[in-house]
């Protein structure tokens, strides 16, 4: 009787052994971590796509780390060096220069991403992600310019529809402009800030406008400092300076205005959907940004990329491969266009008739069809220069063709510096 025991003893504590060698002799767990900085919608489509993805992927975790978008870049550029950090991070496309100098990102295989297929199924935009043989990131969605509109205040003001160019822009803005018995804004016609989106709006929309060329040499020259420049500059600065419509420090941020009902108007990206959504009692609409003197239609295409960081290595590596090749997925695509208001960065997905006649998204994928895409050496460095010029002018009373003349200057140095290396 106790050999017996014994036996059964031996016999159940082996098939234990051996239920516990299969279990750890299959496809083991990995885990990797996806960075990305703070903005609550993408924070929320990202969750989706990750369960999504993890789903489909049960081998494979995915750890999701977010920073305030003013620590962003410094938290990235000290945790990869030192081996810690994300296996694969997101970062806008004006910064791939300084990740790839910097050895942050590494190529991403050309056997699962061919050029030759990624450039035929993605916005021609997404070329600017590719150095030599290699494309280094891609995007999930891209966005482009649009003018959002207080729809409750056009119904006081007595307009009846967005302003089609410049001239309604102004006149449009003056009607809904709001001050108290002392002369103080209270609300503006139309919110500006050279921090926010307003940077783009000028060097790639209102400078090609008035009939001008923000660069030449593919992007490489600075070209503004001409009378096209300087009518664009004009042109902005009297919204404040001449026209009273507008403050560049009212309430702080330009979209923190437009949120609280005290803006009219309010020029943004595609990325700014799901946040005004979200807001309670606040009816807007979204309308193509107004064309130009002549009639030109111009706009700002930009966006942000997903890349493999130079730290996964393994099977590391190849659960981010996995990763991206979903982050680039027509379904992971219409889940951000969903939640975020970013549009499919690819055509397929992008221009489909629902999209194009959306009341809300088709401004914007409408835009796309006319945009342009700046090709930054230093994005940081080449929007501080406009900020800088602007501030100058209004607040040290730099006369305009000087303050233009220097920042074509200062940015000009930055694109020779990174051009020369």
Known sequence: MKRNRLRTFMLGAATAAMTMAAGTGGASA????????????????????????????????????????DSYRTKVAAAIPAGQGPDVVQLFYGWLN????????????????????????????????????????????????????????????????????????????????????????????????????????????????????PYLDDYKTVNYNNEAGLKAFGFYNDLQAKHGVTKAAFMDEPQAAFKAGRAGMHIDGSFRIGALESVRGLKWGVAELPAGPDGTKSNYSSYWVNAITSKAEGEKFDAAVKFMEYLTSDEAMQ???????????????????????????????KGLEYAKTTVFANESAQRQAMVDMMQRIELQGQALEESVSQAAEEEQKVLDEYYKK
């Open 98 to 213: 300084d990740y790839v100098e910097a050895e942050l990102i590494q190529p991403l295989p050309a056997d699962t991403f061919p050029p030759e297929k990624i450039e035929e199924e993605f916005f021609p935009m997404v070329k600017a992600m590719r150095m030599g043989d290699s494309y280094w990131a891609l995007p999930t969605a891209v966005r482009s310019l649009a003018l959002f509109y207080n729809e409750r205040m056009f119904e006081e003001a007595g307009i009846e529809n967005p302003p089609a160019n410049l001239d309604e822009l102004v006149e449009s803005a003056k009607k809904l402009t709001k001050k108290d018995g002392a002369g103080n804004l209270t609300a503006v016609g139309l919110t500006t800030g050279m921090t926010a989106q307003d940077h783009h709006w000028i060097r790639e929309v209102l400078i090609r406008q008035f009939g001008g060329e």
């Open 30 to 69: 990995v885990e990797i971590e996806y960075w990305q900085y703070f903005f609550e919608a993408r924070v929320d489509a990202m969750d989706k796509l990750i369960e999504n993805f993890e789903a489909a992927n049960p081998d494979i975790t995915v750890k999701m780390t977010h920073f305030p978008y």
């Open 335 to 365: 889940i951000w266009l969903e939640t975020v208001g970013e549009l499919p960065a690819k055509p397929s997905a992008a221009m489909t008739d629902e999209n194009v006649n959306h009341p809300v998204y088709g401004p914007f994928i």
